[in-house]
């Protein structure tokens, strides 16, 4: 009875030590992740959403803001057109673009955030567990209640020159 | 007595640590040369892997620009991109590159590994490049079905052959069996696509092709659409001329039918159409030789005859436009890579399809 406990225990530990080492060695072993695919992700979001009209893209929310005339500029980049809205003080719509747009676009593993002067506009909550890549545009353009078309002598106000970053993790 | 059987206990241990001692240099003997010889991370390899890594970045950064020259054909290709430079596919460039042979493409990209490129939207189903659902080795295969198709032919019969190559080819039925147009109206619905040779319709069949393209059909019809010398049908104004001396221009490259813009194309018969269509060939009158328009939730396309004298292959590519045009490519999860590789890397890059979000995937192994 006793020999048979002190086996028990014995063969217990020999496993413990053989799965210990196997972990250790293969951790040791194993090739770190590439990281340019975050980086990738990070450079093709802020080149897309700077290259897409908003009366382009084929997305539900931003259809309904054309519709209800709260876009009117329909050769607005939909990047032109987060930053317009963040230029008016209306967060909530530059928010909800944001997350709209790029739902499809960043798949649920990636963080990813947008900030337009270091302020956050969206953000997608989740830790960094691996690396961070980011890409900046310069946006700037024509302020609310602005005609584009005013004269020499009656410039329209413009706003910016900003910085938009997009940041995306993993 | 006591301190003899001290010391026999002190040997007993002595014994089992040396057994111990050498039980752990066995094991992790092997454990190292395991790992250094027999996973796909040895040094050799790693070697390898950057390799590939530094290879899949400019293949697929190469992708996603424009490529050079900027409206590059695959006679006409330097470097292999297939967006504007704007983030937004190029579906035409998509079209020249499955044109492009696979070993010519690997000299352009400047790459010795082998790799597959498919686009997939956002839904994860793969996008059709050609009549592929993606571009590269032939030791990947993707899911793929088609659709239901159909030939009827009236009074002539030019693209028999090419229909029975790609019954072959795909391992399709196409139906043909039809008694008479009223039969192939009558269950023409049962099709997603149909190609119909100068069908000579009726104006009650014509009505009824109507209605089968409006819901969402796709026809490929020629010469006599109906039977009258002239008449409205599908939205366009045909019309039938008696005689035939004139060569047709193409004059835009469409994405289904291959044909090169400036290439002349001599029909049998002369008869055309007017009215809201994308002209892809004119007679030197400026009348419609061969077009495409949509109407209803359904396309068509038309051709003033089949048989053509032509530097190209028509009939080709009309069976290629008609091989297309029935893809239906599977999703994204059915891609398989047969055979032994040892390092493979995937690049993903996003972009835009159609003014929808998508993915460009490259994959890239030794």
């Known amino acids: ?170 | 007595m006591l301190t003899i059987k001290i010391k026999n206990i002190n040997k007993n241990a002595q014994m089992w640590f040396m057994d111990f001692v050498i039980g752990i240099i066995i094991f992790s003997l092997v454990l190292v040369t395991y790992y250094t010889y027999t996973t796909n991370i040895s040094k050799q390899d790693v070697v390898v892997l950057n390799d590939l890594i530094s290879d899949s970045k400019s293949v697929s950064s190469s992708l996603m620009l424009a490529g050079f020259p900027e409206n590059w054909d695959n006679d006409t290709v330097q470097r292999i991109g297939v967006t504007g430079n704007n983030q937004k596919t190029n579906e035409t460039k998509l079209r020249h590159l499955s044109d492009i042979p696979y070993k010519e493409a690997k000299k352009l990209f400047g790459t010795a590994y082998d790799f597959f490129i498919f686009l997939e939207d956002e839904n994860r189903s793969l996008i059709s490049m050609g009549n592929e659902c993606g571009y590269g080795s032939r030791n990947v295969s993707a899911n793929i079905t088609f659709k239901n198709a159909a030939y009827f032919n009236q009074a002539e019969n030019d693209m028999q052959n090419e229909m029975n190559e790609l019954e072959q080819k795909l391992g399709i039925n196409i139906y043909r069996d039809w008694s008479s147009s009223s039969n192939m109206l009558n269950n023409i619905s049962a099709y997603d696509f149909v190609l119909m040779e100068t069908p000579q319709l009726s104006a009650s069949q014509a009505t009824q092709l109507e209605s089968y393209v409006s819901s969402g059909g796709f026809v490929f019809v020629s010469e006599q659409i109906i039977s009258a010398n002239g008449g409205t049908v599908l939205g366009v104004e045909y019309t039938k001329r008696t005689s035939c001396s004139q060569n047709a221009t193409v004059i835009y490259d469409d994405l289904f039918l291959t044909l090169k813009k400036g290439d002349k194309i001599a029909p049998g018969e002369c008869p055309y159409i007017f009215g809201s269509v994308t002209t892809i060939a004119e007679f030197p009158d400026g009348k419609t030789s061969i077009a495409k328009w949509d109407y209803g939730n359904g396309s068509v396309y038309y051709f003033s005859d089949f048989d053509v004298n032509f530097v190209g292959d028509l009939q080709g590519s009309i069976k290629d436009a008609f091989e297309a045009s029935i893809l239906v490519c599977g999703k994204a999860s059915g891609i398989r890579l047969k055979g032994n590789y040892g390092n493979l890397v995937k690049t993903e890059r996003r972009l835009l399809f159609k003014s929808k979000p998508a993915k460009l995937v490259l994959y890239m192994w030794q």
Request: no cysteine.
């Open chain 1, 1 to 170: 009875m006793k020999k048979g406990l002190f086996f028990t225990i014995d063969s217990i530990l020999a496993a413990g030590i053989v799965f210990a080492t196997i972990i250790f060695a293969s951790s040791f072993y194993a090739e770190e992740q590439p990281i340019f695919h975050v980086s990738y992700m990070s450079k093709d979001l802020i080149d897309t959403l700077s290259a897409a009209n908003v009366q382009d893209i084929s997305n539900g929310y931003i259809d309904s803001l054309i519709s209800d005339g709260t876009i009117t500029n329909l050769d607005n980049t939909v990047l032109d057109q987060i930053v317009e809205f963040w230029a008016n003080n209306n967060m909530e719509r530059a928010n909800k673009t944001a997350s709209n747009v790029t739902a499809p676009l960043v798949p649920d593993t990636y963080g990813f955030s947008i900030l337009i002067d270091d302020e956050t506009i969206y953000s997608r909550d989740k830790p960094i567990a691996k690396s961070l890549a980011s890409s900046k545009k310069i946006i700037s353009g024509v302020a609310k209640g602005q005609q584009t078309a005013q004269t020499r002598n009656n410039p329209p106000k413009l706003f910016g020159p900003v910085i938009v970053e997009i940041r995306a993790w993993q």
